[in-house]
């Protein structure tokens, strides 16, 4: 039987090494489709504007001020700005709303780059253009995490400097609330009044003022407190200092001033959502150049960026995607308005370009809307002296929205071609897993049309490298290519194989299937409100009463307990130590009453009351205790017998120390429950060498059953401790039993280990079915269920968003691998005992002599 079952198991292994590596080019495929950074560098630049209004610009962001505080009791002197001197509105942000993304925004007309998720949204990890680097001299002050962007390998028109970063500490105490802006303020006053005169007739000049306060003290206070208001009030009395010295130093009125933020706040002082709140803030522009009116004109926060570069004359970012609000300009000079508009759209036209060619598409169908912008921008150009200003300006305005509109066309379609690539290769391995485990050799097999289907595929290779011969988007042809093989092999699987996918019992066909269904419909909604898991537990014990009538009372009530996990609240990182050593006295009582020998009764109580004086810190295991009882648990589970029931036993016991030693509160009693209900498992009493069947056999639809009954318990070890937004929020003290110092790497496999301890519990169970036919349905339904949510991991809204989306598909095409893997490798674990292996090693030494 051990060597039968090896053999099985060895030629499984080239199989299940192709479903990992196909599980991995997916994910990576979905990350690489959805996060690769948008920026096209060494894009043309459009002209330097003639005659600007403006020879410098002052740029004052308040870090997250709201615009609904704003507005409600606006500071003394914006609001005589508001109503006297210039124009203002709200300027409307897009999720992320942070204070990277959102400055980024307005300094460089771009949204959040997707690829900074690769940096754990802490950079811009591609370089990119703004304001700054099109300035002929710019300054800028504030934090260092906003500084550094834009002054990283710059050029030497850009100077900035920042406080240290220890000063961001969220502390209001001490009356230092102000602490941060009134350095930057004084940085200012102090460069204007020792540096500023060498670049007093200087044009194309940027003047940055980073101001962190507003949002240091949200966080803290939140932004309804007395405190955010008069951090306001403060900013708006030094903004006024700062206009009235710079205005008498400069004296000529050639300086533009903006004031805006990167983003909002709620009311418990969050941010990066898409609430009003959070993505409303206010936006404030006077000085040179600027219209006056007293109304709301609300823009886009990208509109900033070609803004600040056509008030001051400077070429647009090469990679902005705002359009200029011309409405904030005096219309005193419409020509210059015009000329700034046709900029705007020449650049848009620029990134339109560089994203067809992304496409590597060259037929007339794809390149139209390209050849409709030259032909445009061409007339506009053509007739620009002689046609009237009103009616250029809505020409223009108007091809403006077309290059809008095309530009995210390119973007859609290449995203929506790489999806189609990637869904044919996920597609094709799953039917070739289908055909894997239902499908029997067919008795002929038509030779000439497996000919002809392997010369297609080769005319395809063929034609698709051509086709992309010297594209410089490798990335298209790539899936392309992975997306004709595994549709070849899908092809090639159905010609060898036919489907066999019997059932024992046709009475209960139809009750099975739609349990199935309803099975993967159930995992797929708990993957987002895990409570729904404990419907798809409750379904698990009325179709096990209705197909077996004989299912023991243990079964029964172990699966009710097992549904109320999901109902409870999410372990927190403060552990409950009383539930903790609850659990090891419940076991402590069932070693009691069960084990029959008293030699290991003794060990096992022994064991369970160290780790509990350890959990409890009479004993410091830090140095060598938990890392023995961890260390030790293998070998510990060898002495057991390898009869089933008791080997079983024997990894119960010998894994539920170590989760104790992880464990922060009720996770060990859903390892006592998940253990009691596996083991009551009908299939469990059944010896292995008569129940196990070759993994050559087609899978049964009972088997497809259970294998969805075995998907549901993977996604339940994971959601019945946890949710979603646990994955992030692991804490590094539920490691403080083994590690005494900070060591992130150990703390992440510690932490690892304690999410695989109960799918370890399950591959261990797996082998008391007999069939790994089951565990690659495990695989398939699993597969199954990733391939709609790949749909949804999209790289626009909140970091929380995003973030959860990755995870739910992350889960759902992780854990089934994870199972059948454990599933493999769990073998030793059943099978391997010390005597029999010593045995075998004395059979072999006689034989050679």
């Not at 995607?321 to 508009?341: F, H, K, M, R």
């Not at 079964?555 to 999901?566: N, R």
């Not at 690892?752 to 695989?779: A, E, R, W, Y």
């Not at 990733?786 to 626009?796: A, D, G």
Request: proline share 5%; charged share 15%.
């Amino acid at each position: 039987m051990y060597n039968k079952k090896l053999n099985i198991i060895n030629n499984t292994y080239p199989f299940i090494i192709l479903g990992l590596t196909m599980h991995l080019v997916l994910l990576w495929g979905i990350l690489d489709i959805n996060f690769h950074s948008p920026i096209i560098q060494e894009l043309p630049n459009v002209p330097i504007l003639k005659n600007a209004p403006a020879k410098r610009l002052v740029l004052f962001i308040a870090d997250g001020l709201r615009f609904r505080t704003f507005i409600e009791a606006p500071p003394k002197f914006l609001k005589y700005i508001m109503t006297s001197k210039g124009a203002w509105g709200i300027s409307h942000t897009r999720m992320p709303t942070e204070s990277r993304p959102g400055i980024v925004a307005i300094c460089a007309g771009l949204y959040e780059d997707p690829s900074a998720i690769f940096k754990g949204w802490k950079e811009n990890p591609v370089d990119f253009d703004s304001i700054f680097n099109q300035s002929h001299l710019s300054w800028a002050w504030g934090s260092p995490d906003i500084i550094s962007m834009f002054i990283k390998g710059a050029k030497e028109n850009i100077h900035g400097d920042s406080y240290p970063s220890e000063w961001q500490n969220f502390d209001i105490m001490y009356g230092q609330i102000w602490r941060l802006d009134s350095w930057v303020f004084d940085k200012y006053i102090n460069w204007l009044r020792e540096d500023a005169y060498k670049i007093k007739n200087v044009e194309r000049v940027i003047l940055f003022l980073h101001l962190l306060g507003c949002d240091t003290t949200g966080h803290t206070a939140k932004p309804y407190s007395r405190e955010y208001v008069d951090n306001m009030n403060y900013v708006d009395r030094k903004i006024e200092e700062v206009v009235q010295m710079t205005e008498n130093f400069f004296g000529d009125n050639g300086t533009a001033y903006i004031f805006t933020a990167d983003h909002g706040m709620t009311d418990w002082g969050s941010h990066g959502s898409g609430s009003a709140d959070e993505t409303e803030t206010p936006l404030i522009i006077w000085g040179a150049g600027i219209n006056i009116f007293n109304f709301r004109q609300n823009i886009e926060q990208v509109d900033i960026t070609p803004l600040i570069s056509t008030l001051i004359g400077a070429p647009i970012p090469i990679n902005n995607e705002g359009v200029l609000p011309w409405q904030y300009l005096n219309a005193t000079n419409p020509e210059y308005i015009n000329y700034a508009l046709l900029n705007n759209l020449k650049q848009l036209t620029y990134q339109v370009k560089a994203n067809r060619k992304m496409n590597c598409e060259d037929n007339e169908f794809a390149d139209w809307r390209e050849i409709e912008l030259d032909n445009k921008i061409y007339n506009l150009d053509k007739d620009f002296e002689i046609q009237d200003a009103n009616e250029k300006l809505k020409g223009i305005v108007s091809t403006i929205k077309l290059a809008k509109k095309f530009l995210l066309y390119f973007r859609q379609f290449r995203r929506t071609r790489f999806l189609l690539y990637l869904s044919m290769i996920w597609l094709g391995w799953i039917i070739c897993l289908f055909f894997k485990i239902t499908g029997i050799h067919r008795p002929i097999i038509n030779s000439f049309i497996l000919l002809i289907i392997d010369i297609v595929f080769l005319i395809l290779v063929i034609t698709l490298f051509i086709m992309h011969k010297g594209c410089n988007n490798w990335r298209l042809p790539f899936y392309a290519f992975l997306a004709i093989i595994s549709t070849w092999l899908a092809i090639r699987s159905a010609i060898i194989y036919k489907v066999k996918l019997k059932i024992n019992n046709n009475k209960y066909y139809w009750t099975i299937t739609a349990e199935i269904i309803f099975l993967l419909a159930i995992m797929f909604i708990g993957l987002t409100y895990r409570f729904i898991l404990s419907i798809g537990m409750l379904c698990i014990i009325l179709v096990q009463k209705i197909v077996l009538k004989k299912t023991r009372n243990l079964f029964f009530w172990s699966a009710l307990l097992l549904a109320i996990f999901p109902l409870l609240p999410v372990v927190e990182p403060h552990p409950r130590i009383y539930v903790v050593f609850s659990s090891i006295f419940v076991v402590i009582i069932i070693v009691t009453l069960q084990m029959q020998s008293n030699y290991r009764k003794a060990v096992e109580i022994f064991r369970l009351i160290v780790t509990g004086l350890v959990y409890l810190e009479f004993l410091d295991g830090r140095n060598w205790i938990s890392w023995t009882i961890l260390l030790t648990a293998p070998l510990y589970i060898f002495t057991y017998s390898t009869q089933l029931r008791k080997r079983m036993q024997g990894i119960m016991l010998g894994l539920f120390c170590p989760l104790v030693l992880l464990s922060a509160s009720y996770e060990p009693f859903f390892f006592i429950i998940l253990a009691l209900h596996l083991s009551s498992w009908p299939q469990f009493y059944i010896s292995p060498t008569q129940n196990y069947q070759s993994s050559k056999n087609p899978l049964t639809m009972e088997e497809l059953f259970e294998a969805a009954i075995f998907m549901l318990y993977t996604l339940l070890c994971f959601f019945g401790t946890g949710n979603m937004a646990s994955i992030s929020s692991f804490d590094p003290s539920w490691t403080r039993h083994f590690v005494t110092v900070f060591s992130p790497f150990t703390m992440f496999l510690l932490i690892i280990l304690k999410i695989s301890i109960p799918l370890m519990l399950i591959g261990c169970t797996s082998h008391t079915l007999g069939s790994s036919n089951i565990f690659l349905g495990v695989l398939l339904l699993g597969d199954c269920l990733s391939l709609p949510l790949m749909y949804n991991v999209t790289p626009q809204g909140s970091w929380l968003d995003i973030g959860s989306a990755i995870s739910r598909f992350t889960i759902a095409i992780s854990l089934p691998c994870l199972i059948v893997v454990l599933h493999y490798l769990s073998f030793p674990l059943i099978t391997f005992f010390p005597n029999k292996f010593k045995f075998y090693i004395n059979l072999k030494k006689n034989h050679i002599v």
